[in-house]
Nanobody, 123 residues
Framework: QVQVVESGGGFVQAGDSLTLSCTAS????????VAWFRQAPGNQRERVSC???????VHGNFVRGRFTISRDNAKNAVRLQMNSLKPEDTAMYYC?????????????????WGQGTQVTVSS
């Protein structure tokens, strides 16, 4: 049974940093591209960052160099380091896995998803 678990969310001040973690079990993690999506109330879900099988990463334009995504296949884990957080980064953040060599910006292209971790940034 595949399980995807996110952790690391919280309540921070603008300008602070947070590190989100995603761990997965029940699958061959190295075969998956892994993305972080987010959704705020009233907004559409959007892809934040993604890292493919080879370790190549892509980010949403709104990231503007503030976030870094990395993976550790030995630990079946992906981290999203978020710096210089802004109130508009407030959202539920979800980890998603895709059994494909490349990333996608479409939620429906992913095979497994976690339950999400809440990030709240106050001004």
């Amino acid at each position: 049974q595949v399980q995807v678990v996110e952790s690391g969310g919280g309540f921070v001040q603008a300008g602070d940093s947070l590190t989100l973690s995603c761990t997965a079990s029940g699958l061959t993690f190295a075969a998956y591209s892994v993305a972080w999506f987010r959704q705020a109330p009233g907004n559409q879900r959007e892809r934040v960052s993604c890292i493919d099988r080879q370790g190549y990463s892509v980010h949403g334009n709104f990231v503007r160099g503030r976030f870094t995504i990395s993976r550790d296949n030995a630990k079946n884990a992906v981290r999203l380091q978020m710096n210089s957080l802004k109130p508009e980064d407030t959202a539920m953040y979800y980890c998603a896995l895709r059994n494909h060599p490349h990333c996608s910006d479409s939620w429906g292209d992913f095979d497994y998803w976690g339950q999400g971790t809440q990030v709240t940034v106050s001004s």
